[in-house]
C-alpha cells in the first residue's frame, strides 16, 4: 500500500520560514509527479508547487520566489522550502504523488503563519 507521510508544519511568524517533507513508502516515487497542494478553511484546495520525475517545477504565482520545491530521488522524499511566509499562506498542506493513472494524497500538516 502506497503511503505519503508528511512532516515539517507548524506555527511560525510571517516572514518565517519553514520546510515541508513528504517521504512516500514505494517505488512509484521515481516515476511519479510529485506536488504539494494546500488548502485553507472555506476555501478549494489548490496547488502549490509540483516537480516532474526530469526535475521540471511549477508554482502558484503567488508563492513564486519565496518557496522551492525539491526532489529526492534516493530518500524517496520530496520537499517544499518556505520562506517570507504570509498570514494568507496558513493553510493544510498535502503532499501529492500524480502518476498517469493513479493519484496518491497525504494526509496533510498545517501551517499557521500568525502576523
Known amino acids: 500500500q502506497v503511503q505519503l507521510v508528511e512532516s515539517g508544519g507548524g506555527l511560525v511568524q510571517a516572514g518565517g520560514s519553514l520546510r515541508l517533507s513528504c517521504v512516500v513508502s514505494?517505488?512509484?516515487?521515481?516515476?511519479?509527479?510529485m506536488g504539494w497542494y494546500r488548502q485553507a478553511p472555506g476555501k478549494q484546495r489548490e496547488m502549490v508547487a509540483t516537480?516532474?520525475?526530469?526535475?521540471?517545477?511549477n508554482y502558484l504565482d503567488s508563492v513564486k520566489g519565496r518557496f522551492t520545491i525539491s526532489r529526492d530521488n534516493v530518500k524517496n522524499t520530496v520537499y517544499l522550502q518556505m520562506g517570507s511566509l504570509k498570514p494568507e499562506d496558513t493553510a493544510v498542506y498535502f503532499c501529492?504523488?500524480?502518476?498517469?493513472?493513479?493519484?496518491?494524497w497525504g494526509q496533510g500538516t498545517q501551517v499557521t503563519v500568525s502576523s
Open positions: 516537480i516532474a520525475s526530469g526535475g521540471n517545477t
Open positions: 514505494e517505488s512509484i516515487f521515481r516515476r511519479s509527479t
Open positions: 501529492n504523488a500524480n502518476l498517469p493513472t493513479v493519484v496518491y
